[in-house]
């Protein structure tokens, strides 16, 4: 099966607070990517990481940092100090190499940063 | 950086009306183009594959006679929904690449349909 898995469907913090986002996967293929979307209300998809799966160094881009574990099959986004800003729907997502660059999504976690 | 444009943002109309929405690559050549839908709190489910100058290629269980994909050409792909009910009003997104295994897909902003 190829799938992405998010399950944590919503989450809530104060603002300041850390919060991780967490994403497993499953694939067949030894070469693919991995991603992570914000959907704020407004609907457009922003582009946040891509990864591929040979590069398991983990990447700091500001406040956002990435983990990725083929160990575990996970690639968790964690928000430090995070802000109102944030607040969004958040998407991790699978482009096996087999799959002819189909995206998989997850389900997706709303994150809700209150104020 | 690349840029896709999607039209209309979004579009309220009635039911058994035929409604298409426009994807285009602005500023690069879009080998493929694809087409997601988002029902309310629910994820991208991805619809169907087109290939520039060939036949759009559906995901299991969507109608392709009812969601008629047409890219006629290396910057535009359009989605028809034809004869458009209730339950086909949902959030559609494209995206666009190009030609090559290690390229991105870059989204269009979405088309809010509501069917009345």
């Known amino acids: 099966a190829q799938k992405v898995t998010q399950a944590q469907t919503e989450i809530s913090v104060v603002e300041k607070e850390d919060v991780t986002l967490d994403c497993v996967y499953e694939?067949?293929?030894?070469?693919?990517?991995l991603f992570w979307y914000k959907q704020p209300p407004s609907g457009e998809l922003v582009f946040l990481i891509r990864?591929?799966?040979?590069?398991?160094q983990n990447e700091i881009s500001g406040r956002y940092s990435w983990n990725f574990q083929k160990s575990t099959s996970s690639f968790n986004f964690t928000i430090t100090a995070s802000q109102v800003v944030d607040s969004a729907v958040y998407f991790c997502?699978?482009?096996?190499?087999?799959?002819?660059?189909?995206?998989?999504f997850g389900s997706g976690t709303r994150l809700s940063i209150r104020p | 950086g690349a840029v896709v444009s999607q039209h209309p943002s979004w579009v309220i109309c009635k039911s058994g009306t035929s409604v298409k929405i426009e994807c285009r690559s602005l500023?690069?050549?879009?080998?493929?183009m694809f087409w997601y839908r988002q029902f309310p709190k629910q994820s991208l489910m991805l619809m169907a594959t087109?290939?520039?100058?060939?036949?759009?290629?559906?995901e299991q269980g969507v109608e392709k006679d009812k969601f008629l994909i047409n890219h006629a050409s290396l910057t535009l792909s359009t989605l028809t929904v034809t004869s458009a009910h209730p339950e086909d009003s949902s959030f559609y997104i494209c995206?666009?690449?190009?030609?090559?295994?290690?390229?991105?897909?870059?989204f269009g902003d979405g088309t809010r349909l509501s069917i009345l």
């Open positions: 995206s666009a690449t190009k030609r090559g295994d290690n390229q991105p897909q870059h």
């Open positions: 500023d690069f050549q879009a080998t493929t």
């Open positions: 694939t067949r293929d030894t070469t693919y990517y």
């Open positions: 087109s290939n520039e100058g060939s036949k759009a290629t559906y």
């Open positions: 990864r591929n799966s040979f590069d398991e």
């Open positions: 997502a699978l482009r096996p190499w087999s799959s002819a660059s189909k995206i998989i």
